[in-house]
């Protein structure tokens, strides 16, 4: 989305879609930082192909519902021009109890970074790059079980 | 037969376009219309082991075929959150 993402908005939906009781909420903010790699960085692009990447989300959110029964989850990313100190993706996660609620917050941002398609340009004083990540591939099972682990640790 | 091939970041630097049509062999896969691609655009020829395809706006392998009309898409290592 291109406006501003809203950590409150997205909480409140989140909360009154998950069906059970909910105890605890965790949220992930992602911010652009000023610095990438000891160069200052003026500000983020960022590119989507949202047709595929609202599916991506959906999955996100299925699989994480499928491993915390009790979790509901929700993620928004911004595209287009992203200023330093703005929030590029927003995550929040909620749940009967706090473990769930951080374990889901955790994966659902790792799975963002493996398989969401978006792509983040950075403007430098002196030029631009095209950071590139991970190859998606959604049915990886191997990158599933890292997210999970890291989701868990 | 006639695709539509989207590309996003990088590689649609390198093709100058987000969107291009390209006639492709019936029968053709993923593969075949990338290596097309990749044929008229060298410097797209590094991103063979690293890219991701879909089609019509579903992540799928490099051996799927295509067809007539359909949206195929290129994606470059992603990079989001």
Redesign the interface.
């Known amino acids: 989305m291109a406006a501003p993402l809203s950590l409150d908005a997205l909480t409140t939906v989140v909360v009154e879609s998950t069906d059970g009781p909910v105890g605890g909420v965790s949220s992930f903010l992602g911010l652009v930082r000023g610095e990438n790699l000891g160069r200052r960085v003026r500000f983020l692009e960022y590119e989507a192909y949202d047709a595929l990447a609202l599916k991506v989300l959906a999955r996100i959110e299925q699989e994480a519902r499928a491993q915390w029964p009790s979790a509901t989850v929700g993620i928004h990313h911004r595209t287009g021009r992203v200023e330093i100190g703005e929030a590029s993706i927003a995550i929040v996660a909620a749940s009967a109890h706090r473990a769930d609620a951080f374990a889901v917050c955790r994966y659902a941002i790792e799975r963002v970074k493996q398989i969401l398609p978006v792509w983040k340009h950075e403007h430098f004083d002196d030029g631009e790059t095209w950071v590139e990540g991970a190859t998606a591939d959604p049915d990886d099972e191997a990158a599933r079980q890292e997210a999970r682990r890291r989701a868990c640790a | 037969m006639r695709v539509k091939v ?1 590309l ?3 590689l ?2 390198i093709v100058g376009s987000a969107e291009i049509e390209r006639d492709v062999p019936p029968g053709a896969t993923l593969a075949v219309v990338w290596d097309q691609l990749a044929a008229d655009f060298p410097a797209l020829a590094p991103y063979r082991g ?3 395809a ?1 089609v019509n ?3 799928a392998r490099l051996q799927a075929p295509v067809g007539d009309g359909d949206e195929v ?1 290129f ?7």
């Open positions: 989207r996003f970041a990088r649609r630097e690293s890219i991701s879909a706006a579903d992540y898409a994606l470059p290592p992603v990079s989001g959150g």
